[in-house]
């Protein structure tokens, strides 16, 4: 009867997304086999394909609760969903990531449940921390105790895998430690390390190498440790084919060259 349940909820998410299959016998794999092809269908352009993947993630995450995987999968979309609706700018991007920055959360929360010894759990919950802060303000999310938690998570998914994902998780920690209010702990030189750290494990063809570049570029000029290199830095991100990143470094070059 349990499996009966679970199967007709995941046919109900590919009539929802209208992309049913002839299959009747849906199972766990099989949704998220299709969450996979549609969050391959966004990183190479369909934006709209990254909603249909972050519903058909959470129904299964929703239906099969014990399953790692389509917990941090979800987690994942989450992020990725409310990071995309900041980067766009969208009217409401604030609530977006409040809603699926909270969402991302208990996703994450249920991931790292399951497998204590996973990195995507706690890589994905620290990540939407800093989205659920984005739609309410860090100050916010220090006062709900989010910064000892999301501290946690970053260090541990560096411990487990700082490779993961071309080394994210080093550039995810030495972001927390950049952005925090000073009274909470700001540490900028700590951030530059891990940055430069990343620098030297990530591939030059990336797609997170622009985001990096930024970071470490701007906080090379910022903190007057090596401006040319600083420069240099933020003129690679300026080139990339990542629209977010080359403009807010187009941005920074603007303020130093002055």
């Known amino acids: 009867m349990l499996t009966l349940r679970k199967n007709l909820i995941i046919l109900f998410v590919f ?3 209208g992309q ?3 299959c009747i016998g849906a199972d766990l794999n099989q949704g998220i086999k299709m969450g996979d092809e549609l969050y391959a269908k966004y990183l190479n352009g369909d934006y709209p394909s ?22 941090w999968k979800a987690a994942m979309a989450c992020r990725e969903y409310a990071e995309d609706a ?35 759990g706690y890589f994905y919950y ?18 709900e105790g989010l910064k000892g938690k999301t501290q946690r998570a970053f260090e541990t998914a560096y411990k487990i895998n700082k490779r993961f994902l071309d080394g994210t ?11 925090l209010p000073w009274f909470a702990g700001r540490d900028k030189k700590k951030a530059l390390k891990l ?16 985001e990096l570049l930024y970071y470490l570029g701007n906080l090379l000029v910022s903190m007057k440790k090596d401006r040319q290199r600083g420069i240099k830095l933020l003129e690679m991100a300026v080139s990339s084919k990542d ?16």
């Open 20 to 22: 049913l299959s002839p």
């Open 86 to 120: 900041k980067k766009q700018g969208v009217p409401n991007w604030k609530k977006i990531c409040k809603i699926y920055g909270k969402m991302g959360m208990k996703y994450a929360e249920r991931a790292i449940k399951l497998n204590n010894k996973g990195v995507e």
């Open 243 to 258: 629209k977010y990143f080359s403009a807010q470094a187009e941005k920074a070059l603007e303020k130093y060259k002055k």
């Open 169 to 179: 998780p080093i550039v995810a920690l030495g972001r927390f430690w950049e952005v």
């Open 195 to 210: 940055y430069e750290e990343a620098y030297k494990i990530m591939p030059e063809d990336s797609r997170y190498r622009p």
């Open 15 to 17: 009539l929802l997304i």
């Open 50 to 71: 990254l909603k249909k993947a972050l519903d058909v993630y959470k129904k299964i995450a929703d239906a099969f609760p014990n399953s790692y995987e389509a917990n």
């Open 126 to 143: 620290g990540l939407c921390v800093g989205s659920y802060s984005d739609g309410v303000s860090i100050l916010t999310a220090l006062r």
